[in-house]
Every structure is written in C-alpha cells, then in structure tokens.
C-alpha cells in the first residue's frame, strides 16, 4: 500500500509557474508508475501526466503539453509537477496517484492523494 501526500498548491497569477509535489510512504516507490490528474469545480477528473518508474518516460494530455513536466526522484519518494505558463482554466484540485501497471491515461491508478488545490487568477 502506498500513502501519497501533495503540496505546493496556492494561488498564482496568470502566466506564473508553480511546481506540486507528492511524497509516497509505504510499498517500495519505484515499484509505481505515477501520474497526476485534476478535476475543476464541475468537471471530471482529467489525466494530465504521466511517469514511468525509472521516470524516463512521461506522457501528457494535450492540454498541457509544453507547458507541465512531471518528473521523479525515487531517492527521495517524489514525484513533482512542474507547471509554467498558468492559465485561468488549469485552476483545479491536482491529485497524484500510484499505479503498479502503467503511466498512462487509460492505465488503473491503486492509490491516490488528498490533492492540492491550484488557483489561477486572470
């Protein structure tokens, strides 16, 4: 089983950058797949990056593409999600989740944060 505890949201202006972070404790680390998804008021929850184990592959929704990179230091139990160029619409709760099968969209996720919540002002 694994424990997953994000931070680093808050409220930043349009055009900023922030980066989350999501500290993993139980079940080996680098056993899990990691991603990040997020959901807005009203909206489903949305797949939005990907990492592989090792972290040297990552998959991204369209929508923010060239904008977040989601990275991982198993050293340390974390993974990150770097977020530039914010945008009104990227305001959402940001959840990170573990997964013993993949990094992908489509992939089952086993265990998830509480999230932490990014607010992008105009």
């Known amino acids: 089983q694994v424990h997953l505890v994000e931070s680093g949201g808050t409220l930043v202006q349009a055009g900023g950058s922030l980066r989350l972070s999501c500290v993993a404790s139980?079940?080996?680390?680098?056993?899990?797949?990691m991603g990040w998804f997020r959901q807005a008021p009203g909206k489903d929850r949305e797949f939005v990056a990907g990492?592989?184990?090792?972290?040297?592959?990552?998959y991204y929704s369209d929508s923010v593409k060239g904008s977040f990179t989601i990275s991982r230091d198993n050293a340390k139990n974390t993974v990150y999600l770097q977020m530039n160029n914010l945008k009104p619409e990227d305001t959402a709760v940001y959840y990170c989740a573990a997964s013993r099968y993949g990094y992908y969209s489509r992939d089952p996720y086993d265990y998830w944060g509480q999230g932490t919540q990014v607010t992008v002002s105009s």
């Open positions: 139980g079940d080996t680390f680098s056993t899990y797949a």
């Open positions: 990492v592989s184990w090792s972290g040297d592959g990552t």
